[in-house]
């Protein structure tokens, strides 16, 4: 799965043809996939018995997915302007969760504008996320628990700052 | 002279009464600390405090569920949950005193509470299941499933306390109402416990020991304890 969505992005970024919206829910469902990743080392991790093999495949996972980062965010695909809602579809929003979970849609990109106005600071946090995903692979391939679950906080951190910075809080 | 003396005797004064037992005024105001507590601690993403917040709130509502079938006169749904018709014939009364009116949860309010008790246990037991970002910071039971459930479940774990936020309106809007129309402040008895109340107003009312009370909120915890604890 994540050999494909990497092929996947990766195309997406370099033809053209595809529509800033394909860009955009690709995107989405990198995400994810990596947030799945994520989980399952977590998982492992709290069960007092982790399987060292299911880290090490998901650590491999996210640093696969950290390899394109940077091109998920080609020109373009900016998310699309809110579209102005009635105050009742505003309040019946409120009311309706997961839908957006089931489908990745581009509406829903809580990515910031600051991605594409501020390069340097975005490359700076994304390598420093690159590091951290390197490094968790290293540690992954140890038996030692404690300095895997040490590093996994570090890439966890290192997720937190670019989302603080460019990522909204809700969309 | 007899008229009236048969209608001062029909019409006793109002006197103080023990309306609210000691275990339904500790969980009311327990929970309205808690349920702030929890909305704080999601709103900043303290998920440690979250986490505790969540499973006192779901011990309360097991106790409350509990009191309300052996606890005292005004706490059991058998009380103050009302059929249709009676709900509502007290619509009716909403803009002027009611003298009638008996004592405890009114038939309307009877069914916010109820409405409010249900989606607080259902609000907790999706909080076992939900995930932060990561599936990293997370309730006790979210390693049973997906990724993409966990997201969902915590999705509705978001609307369940929307809702729940239109329900404690419409109960603070309603004891407001009560204290500016009906010059009834319902507020003071949920503190002190005591309410002037007309013996017809009063019926019978009965307490149960407080001990009773302490007990079954200790095995509501316990049970809980080892719900998150164990699986």
């Given at each position: 799965v994540a050999a494909f969505g990497l092929a996947l992005m990766t195309h997406t970024s370099s033809t053209a043809q595809v529509s800033s919206k394909q860009v955009i829910e690709n995107r989405i469902a990198a995400f994810r996939d990596m947030g799945s990743a994520f989980k399952n080392i977590a998982d492992e991790l709290n069960s007092g018995e982790a399987n060292l093999e299911e880290v090490k495949s998901a650590a491999k996972v996210v640093q696969n997915y950290s390899v394109g980062l940077p091109t998920w965010f080609p020109p373009g695909s900016e998310p699309p302007p809110e579209i102005p809602r009635t105050w009742s579809e505003w309040f019946a929003s409120w009311f309706s969760s997961g839908e957006e979970y089931q489908v990745p849609r581009a509406e829903n990109s809580r990515a910031k504008l600051d991605i594409w106005q501020k390069p340097?600071?975005?490359?700076?946090?994304?390598?420093?996320?690159k590091r951290e995903a390197d490094a968790m692979v290293v540690a992954s391939q140890t038996s030692d628990t404690a300095a895997i679950t040490a590093q996994f906080r570090k890439l966890e951190q290192s997720c937190s700052v670019c989302h603080k910075s460019f990522r909204a809080d809700e969309r | 002279m007899l008229a009236r003396d048969s209608l001062t005797r029909t019409e006793e004064p109002p006197k103080p009464t023990r309306l609210w037992d000691v275990p339904v005024r500790l969980f009311h105001?327990?929970?309205?600390?808690l349920f702030g507590l929890s909305w704080a601690t999601a709103e900043y993403g303290l998920i440690e405090i979250h986490r505790l917040s969540g499973y006192s709130i779901l011990t309360l509502v097991l106790f409350r569920i509990y009191w309300a079938f052996a606890g005292s006169t005004t706490a059991r749904f058998k009380h103050f949950l009302r059929g249709p018709k009676t709900v509502i014939a007290h619509m009716s009364t909403i803009f002027h005193r009611d003298e009638d009116a008996s004592a405890g949860h009114n038939p309307l309010g009877g069914w916010n509470v109820v409405a409010m008790l249900l989606l607080l246990l259902v609000q907790t037991g999706l909080g076992l299941f939900a995930i932060d970002d990561f599936g990293i910071e997370s309730g006790p039971f979210a390693h049973y499933i997906s990724f993409e459930t966990a997201k969902q479940v915590t999705a509705l774990h978001e609307t369940v306390f929307n809702i729940l936020l239109v329900l404690i309106a419409l109960h603070v809007v309603a004891v407001l109402g009560h204290l500016a129309i009906k010059r009834e402040n319902l507020i003071m008895p949920m503190i002190t416990g005591n309410k002037a109340l007309t013996p017809?107003?009063?019926?019978?009312?009965?307490?149960?020991?407080?001990?009773?009370?302490?007990?079954?909120?200790?095995?509501?915890?316990?049970?809980v304890a080892v719900l998150v604890n164990v699986l």
């Open positions: 340097a600071e975005f490359e700076a946090v994304y390598q420093h996320f | 105001w327990l929970l309205v600390a017809k107003q009063a019926g019978s009312l009965t307490l149960r020991p407080l001990w009773q009370g302490v007990i079954a909120a200790a095995v509501c915890a316990a049970f």
